[in-house]
Structures are given as structure tokens and as C-alpha cells.
Antibody, heavy 124, light 105 residues
């Protein structure tokens, strides 16, 4: 059974940093692209970042590019999201999500498994 | 790529057939997924690509469309289907989601 467990969320002041982690199990982590999707009641769902299976290809939404950095450790089966220069509008529930199989393409497709999410609050 | 969904909310009864529409701001082939989300839970993938129901999803769910217009149909509503439904495009990054359709009793 696929399991994704996020951690690292919390409260931080504007301008601060956080690192989210997602521990994966139940599948061959190194074979799948992964992503981070955040959700707020106001803005809904937003895919902020994704990474190819090998970690060489990374993708960012315009709202976080240059501030957030995605990475993965295929030996420890962990996905990361380093968030810097945090803003109030980054406040959200952050989900780790596993892509559907994409063969040799680096980018993910849809997300067929999701974690329970970790909450990030940016406030002074 | 912007996605719009209609309606934004929908009231229905068990046994009804309902259709939710998703429209993309540009052609995206069949690169659309549909998700179901219940309160306090993560989204669940129902359909990917546009016309393929995922394994384990009841056959009353179906999807169709290509280009810019897509539909999700639930043919015989069950009590467990009352939830919010989102479309997502994965044609190009940044992947985007529709604003959701809340289906309630």
C-alpha cells in the first residue's frame, strides 16, 4: 500500500523558511515523479512544484519559483520542499503527491496517491 | 492554462445522474484528470486521462472530452458520492486545477 507522510509544517514569520519532508513507502519511490500540491479555501488546489523520478528535472509554479526548491533522496525514499522568503499567501495545507506512471518522461502527470498534508502558516 | 468548472455547486439526490463540465483556456488534448475530495481528506484520483476511469473507481463514474471541453458524469448517485470534484490539467506545467464543483444533497 502506498503511504506518503508529510512533516515539517508549522508557523513561521513572513520572510522565514521551512523545509517540508515527505516519507514514502509501499512503492519503488525512485521510479516515480512526485509533486507538492497546496490547498487553501480561498485559492483551492495549486501544484507548486514537481520533480522527475531521477531528480534532475524540477518544475515550479510562478507563485513560488525562485523561493521554493524541490529535491528528493531516492535512497531514503524522501521528498523535500525547501521554502524560503515565505509570504502570508503561502499559508496552506501542503500535500505530497505521487505521479501516475510516466515511463521515461521526466514530468509527472496526474497524482494517484496523496499524503494527509502538513499545514504551513505564515504570519507575524 | 486556466480551467473553469460548471456548475460551482450542484444539489442532487441519490439515484440522479449528474454531469460536471471543465473547460480549458487552450487545447490540452486529453490531458485531464478528475479528483474527488471529501472534507478532511486528500483528493482522490478518479479519472486519468480524460476518458479512463481508474482501477477501483465505481463504473458509475465516467469521463469524456478532448481539446478544451471535458465532462465528468456520475450515472447513479450514491450517498458516498457527495463531495467536491476537481479537474486538473497536466498538459503543461504549472499544472492547474479547476475551482471545484461541490455536489451536495
Amino acid at each position: 500500500e502506498v503511504q506518503l507522510l508529510e512533516s515539517g509544517g508549522g508557523s513561521v514569520q513572513p520572510g522565514g523558511s521551512l523545509r517540508l519532508s515527505c516519507s514514502a513507502s509501499g512503492f519503488r519511490f525512485r521510479d516515480y515523479a512526485m509533486g507538492w500540491v497546496r490547498q487553501t479555501p480561498e485559492k483551492g488546489l495549486e501544484c507548486v512544484s514537481a520533480i522527475g523520478a531521477k531528480g534532475a528535472d524540477t518544475y515550479y509554479s510562478d507563485s513560488v519559483g525562485g523561493r521554493f526548491f524541490i529535491s528528493r533522496d531516492n535512497y531514503r525514499n524522501v521528498l523535500y520542499l525547501e521554502m524560503t522568503s515565505l509570504r502570508a499567501e503561502d499559508t496552506a495545507l501542503y500535500y505530497c503527491a505521487k505521479s501516475t506512471p510516466v515511463g521515461n518522461r521526466p514530468a509527472p502527470d496526474a497524482f494517484d496517491s496523496w499524503g494527509l498534508g502538513t499545514m504551513v502558516i505564515v504570519s507575524s | 492554462i486556466r480551467l473553469t468548472q460548471s456548475p460551482s455547486s450542484l444539489s442532487a439526490s441519490t439515484g440522479d445522474r449528474v454531469t460536471i463540465t471543465c473547460r480549458a483556456s487552450q487545447a490540452i488534448s486529453t490531458s485531464v484528470a478528475w479528483y474527488q475530495q471529501k472534507p478532511g481528506e486528500a483528493p482522490k484520483l478518479l479519472i486519468y486521462p480524460a476518458g479512463t476511469v481508474q482501477s477501483g473507481v465505481p463504473s458509475r463514474f465516467s469521463g469524456s472530452g478532448s481539446g478544451t471541453d471535458f465532462t465528468l458524469t456520475i450515472s447513479w448517485l450514491q450517498s458516498e458520492d457527495f463531495a467536491t470534484y476537481y479537474c486538473q490539467q497536466y498538459y503543461d506545467f504549472p499544472f492547474t486545477f479547476g475551482p471545484g464543483t461541490k455536489l451536495d444533497i
